[in-house]
């Protein structure tokens, strides 16, 4: 429950984007998750994206399903409708908000519980179907809000805070999302911002089912020795494959990087992805490749981040459907409704 | 052979067809009831198969009524036998003095037949075997011979069963002519070699009128198309699956942009009822009319986010096809066992409105009137529907539209009434109705945007563990419940012709059956005032009805009589005065069950009392 109210006063000479809104203006309520959470700083990551991309806070819909994770929508773009809805059910929820209106960018906060457990088969079935939205799942392999037990991505072997050791397989979206056929792959670390705002940007840009699996260390539950999501042991374990950077109109975010290392990325919308590969050999547009990849790090312990895999040219599900233009929520009965002649003519073959 | 006088009755009859699942009869059967309605007489059939696509036992039942009595009857009168595994039970479902047809190829032992019914052997597979090479086609001419066979037996005109095969196989000559053959072939034999017609006969007459013969699915998914629904999420589930089908027909046809051929709708099937029914609540969160269709599991699974619906106040429409439960139960008998489940429907105190149409035409009206209901309260409205309505053909009344009517979307705060700086709180009761106004995502820059979420929160949609703030809340959502007794559809009320201290409410497929049986309890000389219900909260009139009457009767098909549980928890009445008429078998109830029902307890309180009959 958040007792403070958040100032709204700022600096006057805050900057200012393209759209004339200050950093704050892309802020909620004030976090009220433990202090040094890693889900505060995807929160942040994620206010900083918006901000750089120029987004109308409006014009997203934030939606979440239940747990530590799906509260923080409240914690940005104050402006925005947001939806804190059912344990492991935001995928769906998501899916028929985006075919009500294909105009709004939807931005969809899960945690691990709420998608590799509850929400397993809507995490599934959501991004088999291509459904236009950007899906992160904070990911700290423990179920905070309920005190420390064991999620469905913690890593076998690993301990728990009062020294439990896990038994079960872990799943990893990643590699379930490669496989699903999501067209936007990535994973990266709350503690390594520079890596996570410009893959949140590239992810909304992106046309199709974009999905970040973030490393979010839980500093209550999950983050001591023997844990392998504690910001000790992803610091010593990260494999980067590429760092990225989004370019946008006339005011790329950053580009510093050496010619020869860096990948253009051309996206459905115009905007390209800056690649600076870290891995010479990594091909963010093999699906096959970032699987095999993947499965060899993983068996090496190294959790790989980075853009495992981009399709630019996806479809959404509003493709596949062929639906119109024109957001459904929009239509009235002048458009709608077959109307009283062809209802006779129904009638009629009925006789 | 008979020693009973063979059945004789001009256009009021039953005929059962017993057939085999997956052999291609239903088409045939389906083509007798309607060349009976081409006749002017009205028809009621249905449909009893099982959860099954090929093997098992399936039959076909048709009550030909001049009088127009579209519930089911009970009883056969002729029984057209084609299956073996049932042959026993078939023949002796018949009724005395009724007739037995059947594929007389191979011969039978006299003990499989009964003395008191007339036998009617045709050799089907005879005639069938001489005339085709096929198998498949063996199989589904087979059916059109004896077809046609019956319409020499009932005295049926041939020309009208033409016409009809023509209207199903335009365009498609070969086919049409081989089955207008195939008719003769039947119809030939059986006027050459039997005595036609039999007792049973259709006469020509005028009784169907500007009527029309449809499923109530189908009626629920036009219902949909006309009122408005752009998302419709569904998981396959008998006895709805139609429902969806049939609403991705009407769209094909009827919301296909013209000029782009694009889609004015999106339909999408779940991966199971909890991602149907979010799919649905996203949508409507979102602005767009959006509904599922499902039965009894489905609703089991959805109701979670029946509960968020209620509490969030998210538009929502669910059509329930009811189907016999617990559990799978019978998953393709009929039932109304789902009031209490959806009245109630999930954890916490919640409250739901539920619609209940008692044909197709009213599934049409409902289903429409559905989504400006759910619009207008912020919740999840029902439709409930059952088996016998919704898979089954039924005679009813044309659809109507009137072109004036705009949807009624309810109350939604819009970027100018933010801008003339309105006072907007999500759940702040404005006009003491206990509806709040809702904002559409995306609608304004600085203004109108809110935290939608499951747990308590205040008028202005702030999150609130306040004793104080959630029961106010709770109590703005019982006063809106109240507003909707207002607005849905009205119990109708049918008086007796002579002033009765006993009233009989009853509602939903049952309607049929009670209407005709109000007639054979006044032959009995039991006068009845009736109630139809047609939604829930409960209008004030139902209270009423209840305090004019000394005992009611309370018609329902669930073991357990919930909808006469769900009056007297709303109504807060004796339950005694309540008298429970239950049938469940997963049958359809009939007038000959509520007539003796009733007529028995009728009976039973106007015996004389001890105490006068002594002294």
């Known amino acids: 429950m958040t007792y403070i109210a958040k100032p709204k006063f700022h600096h006057p000479g805050l900057k200012k984007n393209e759209l004339g809104y200050t950093h704050r203006d892309y802020e909620g309520k004030i976090s009220t998750l433990c202090a040094g959470c890693g889900h505060d700083s995807i929160t942040a990551s994620i206010i900083e994206a918006c901000y750089e991309l120029s987004i109308e806070p409006h014009r997203v819909a934030k939606i979440s399903g239940i747990g530590c994770s799906s509260k923080t929508p ?37 945690g691990d519980g709420d998608s590799a457990s509850i929400g397993f088969g809507q995490f599934a079935h959501s991004i088999r179907r291509g459904v236009n939205m950007t899906y992160i799942v904070e990911n700290n392999g423990v179920y905070g809000l309920t005190k420390g037990q064991f999620s469905a991505t913690a890593d076998r072997g690993s301990k728990s805070k009062k020294g439990v050791t896990n038994t079960d397989n872990a799943i990893d979206l990643v590699a379930i999302a490669l496989q699903l056929g999501a067209t936007f792959v990535a994973r990266s670390f709350s503690g390594d911002k520079t890596q996570l705002v410009p893959l949140i940007a590239a992810a909304i840009r992106h046309k199709g089912a974009s999905f970040i699996d973030v490393i979010s260390p839980c500093i209550a539950f999950n983050n001591h020795a023997g844990s392998t999501k504690s910001f000790d042991y992803v610091r010593e374990h990260n494999d980067a494959v590429n760092r990225l950077d989004v370019l946008v109109g006339r005011d790329p975010i950053a580009v510093d990087y050496a010619p020869g290392t860096v990948q253009m990325v051309e996206q459905h919308d115009g905007s390209r992805i800056a690649l600076r590969k870290i891995d010479a050999d990594y091909d963010p547009h093999d699906r096959l490749g970032a699987q095999t990849f993947l499965q060899k790090h993983a068996a090496k312990g190294q959790i790989v981040t980075g853009l495992l895999y981009v399709d630019p040219d996806a479809e959404d599900l509003h493709e596949h459907l062929n639906t119109v233009e024109t957001p459904l929520n929009t239509l009235e009965a002048d458009t709608l409704c077959p109307g009283s002649a062809m209802l006779d003519k129904f009638n009629a073959s009925l006789r | 052979m008979s020693d009973k006088k063979p059945i004789s009755s001009v256009n009021d009859f039953v005929v059962r067809f017993a057939n085999v699942n997956g052999s291609g009869s239903a088409s045939a059967n389906e083509m007798f009831a309607r060349a009976i309605l081409r006749h002017g007489v009205p028809v009621s059939p249905r449909n009893i198969f099982p959860s099954n696509i090929q093997g098992l036992p399936t039959w076909y039942e048709v009550r030909v009524t001049e009088d127009g009595h579209l519930g089911a009857r009970g009883g056969v009168d002729m029984m057209v036998a084609m299956n073996p595994q049932t042959w026993d039970k078939d023949v002796a479902g018949i009724e005395p003095g009724g007739y037995l047809f059947y594929d007389s190829t191979k011969p039978m ?14 050799p089907l597979t005879a005639i069938t075997n001489s005339t085709y090479t096929d198998p498949r086609q063996r199989q589904l001419f087979k059916n059109i011979i004896y077809l046609g066979a019956l319409s020499a037996l009932l005295d049926m005109d041939p020309k009208l069963i033409e016409q009809l095969i023509g209207e199903q196989y335009k365009g498609k000559e070969k086919l049409l002519s081989s089955n207008v053959h195939a008719l003769h072939l039947g119809r030939d034999w059986a006027l050459q070699n039997l005595k036609c017609p039999t007792g049973l006969r259709v006469k020509k007459s005028d009784k169907v009128g500007d009527r029309i013969f449809i499923e109530g699915n189908s009626a629920a998914a036009l219902g949909a198309v006309y009122g408005g629904a752009t998302v419709c999420a569904w998981y396959p589930i008998t006895p709805s699956s139609s429902v969806a089908e049939a609403f991705t027909a009407h769209c094909k046809k009827y919301r296909h942009d013209p000029e782009t051929g694009k889609a004015k709708y999106a339909i999408v099937q779940g991966e199971d009822e909890l991602a149907s029914i979010g799919i649905v609540i996203g949508a409507s969160w979102n602005g767009a009319r959006a509904f599922t269709a499902t039965s009894g599991p489905g609703i089991s699974l ?3 986010f029946i509960g968020l619906s209620y509490f969030a106040e998210i538009p929502a429409v669910i059509m329930n096809i009811q189907r016999a439960g617990p559990s799978t139960g019978m998953p393709t008998r009929t039932q109304q066992c789902d009031i209490i489940a959806c009245a109630y429907a999930s954890h916490g105190d919640t409250k739901h409105v539920l619609l209940f149409p008692e044909d197709p035409a009213e599934a049409f009206e409902f289903a429409a009137a559905a989504f400006d209901l759910a619009e207008r309260l912020q919740t999840t409205i029902f439709l409930m529907l059952d088996l016998d309505i919704g898979m089954n053909h039924r005679l009813c009344r044309p659809l109507k539209w009137d072109d004036a009517k705009q949807y009624d979307r309810g109350k939604v705060m819009t970027s100018e009434m933010l801008e003339e700086g309105r006072d907007f709180g999500r759940y702040l009761d404005v006009d003491g109705d206990g509806i709040p106004y809702r904002t559409y995502p995306g609608t304004h820059p600085t203004k109108g945007s809110y935290f939608t979420r499951g747990t308590s929160r205040d008028r202005y949609a702030r999150y609130s563990e306040e004793g104080s703030v959630y029961a106010d809340n709770m109590q703005r959502l019982m006063r809106k419940f109240e507003t909707a007794q207002d607005l849905v559809p009205r119990p109708l009320q049918a008086n007796a012709e002579r002033p009765t201290k006993y009233g009989v409410i009853y509602f939903g497929s049952t309607t049929p059956a009670m209407d005709e049986a109000i007639g054979l309890l006044e032959a009995r000389g039991h006068q009845l005032d009736r109630l139809r219900i047609r939604a829930f909260p409960f209008h004030s009139s139902v209270a009423s009805f209840l305090a004019e009457h000394d005992f009611v009767y309370v018609v329902e098909q669930n073991r357990d009589s919930q909808l006469r549980q769900l009056i007297v928890n709303e109504n807060g009445i004796d339950p005694v005065r309540l008298v429970p008429i239950v049938h469940y078998d997963g049958s359809p109830i009939t007038a000959r069950f509520i007539a003796k029902a009733i007529g028995d307890h009728q009976d039973h309180l106007k015996v004389t009392p001890l105490r006068k009959a002594v002294s």
Do not use: Q
């Not at chain 1, 059910?89 to 075919?99: E, I, Q």
């Open chain 1, 74 to 110: 409240d914690y940005f773009l104050g402006n925005s409708h947001g939806f804190n809805s059912v344990h492991g059910r935001m995928p769906s929820v998501l899916t028929g908000a985006n075919l009500a209106n294909r105009d709004l960018i939807y931005l969809g906060v899960s």
């Open chain 2, 109 to 122: 032992p006299s003990t499989k037949f009964r003395d008191d019914i007339t036998v009617i052997g045709v």
């Open chain 2, 302 to 304: 959805m109701t979670e």
